[in-house]
């Protein structure tokens, strides 16, 4: 393994072990997990910051590419079902991964490109809904899925805020499902 992978997969085990304290990271302990001199973070990456971000954006798109995946395991389930489940594992995995997520969904919102992860997702996402409305046309299938993206990104980014307005606790996972749930019938029943 070269030096910038060593730091890269020093730096995603920190990230895991730290979860919501990542201002815990610090260069020095990245470098001494490495075994690597303290200059080729700055070196490799410019910053820690940026160090970070590069290991975050792949830590989630290995979640990403699991979707792929998923749809194989729910191959016999209803198009809706499959939405369903999808959308439950996708914000388990925010809400369980909350400091990585955030980043990661802040970070797109910030800087998209043209393949982060808030564009994978909806990829993933796309067809599911084509399923689920065979009757609509494209443009409206792809409105709708990037409505859902778009929640589900609120849901996890706000849900202190729907607590005190709806009085839904999303932290709760069978309060996530049932919300989750409804917006499915929102987007895709209107």
Same mark, same amino acid.
């Given at each position: 393994?070269?030096?910038?992978?060593?730091?890269?997969?020093?730096?995603?085990?920190?990230?895991?072990?730290?979860?919501?304290?990542?201002?815990?990271?610090? #260069?020095?302990?990245?470098?001494?997990?490495?075994?690597?001199?303290?200059?080729? #973070?700055?070196?490799?990456?410019?910053?820690?910051?940026?160090?970070?971000?590069?290991?975050?954006?792949?830590?989630?798109?290995?979640?990403?590419?699991?979707?792929?995946?998923?749809?194989?395991?729910?191959?016999?389930?209803?198009?809706?079902?499959?939405?369903?489940?999808?959308?439950?594992?996708?914000?388990?995995?925010?809400?369980?991964?909350?400091? #990585?997520?955030?980043?990661?969904?802040?970070?797109?919102?910030?800087?998209?490109?043209?393949?982060?992860?808030?564009?994978?997702?909806?990829?993933?996402?796309?067809?599911?809904?084509?399923?689920? !409305?065979?009757?609509?046309?494209?443009?409206?299938?792809?409105?709708?899925?990037?409505?859902?993206?778009?929640?589900?990104?609120?849901?996890?980014? !706000?849900?202190?805020?729907?607590?005190?307005?709806?009085?839904?606790?999303?932290?709760?996972?069978?309060? !996530?499902?049932?919300?989750?749930?409804?917006?499915?019938?929102?987007?895709?029943?209107?």
């Amino acid at each position: 393994m070269d030096n910038k992978e060593a730091i890269i997969q020093a730096t995603m085990k920190l990230i895991e072990e730290k979860g919501e304290h990542l201002e815990e990271v610090t #260069v020095r302990e990245i470098c001494k997990r490495a075994d690597v001199g303290l200059g080729l #973070v700055n070196y490799h990456f410019g910053n820690k910051d940026k160090l970070i971000e590069q290991c975050i954006e792949r830590m989630i798109n290995g979640t990403v590419e699991h979707f792929q995946d998923i749809r194989e395991k729910t191959k016999g389930f209803p198009p809706f079902e499959k939405l369903e489940h999808l959308g439950n594992m996708t914000l388990d995995f925010l809400f369980e991964h909350y400091a #990585v997520s955030r980043i990661s969904v802040l970070n797109d919102m910030r800087l998209p490109k043209e393949n982060d992860n808030t564009y994978r997702t909806y990829a993933a996402y796309l067809p599911l809904v084509a399923a689920c !409305r065979p009757d609509l046309d494209e443009a409206t299938i792809k409105r709708k899925t990037m409505y859902l993206i778009t929640i589900m990104q609120q849901m996890f980014l !706000r849900y202190e805020v729907i607590s005190q307005t709806l009085g839904i606790d999303l932290r709760q996972k069978e309060n !996530r499902r049932k919300f989750h749930m409804q917006v499915l019938h929102d987007i895709l029943e209107g």
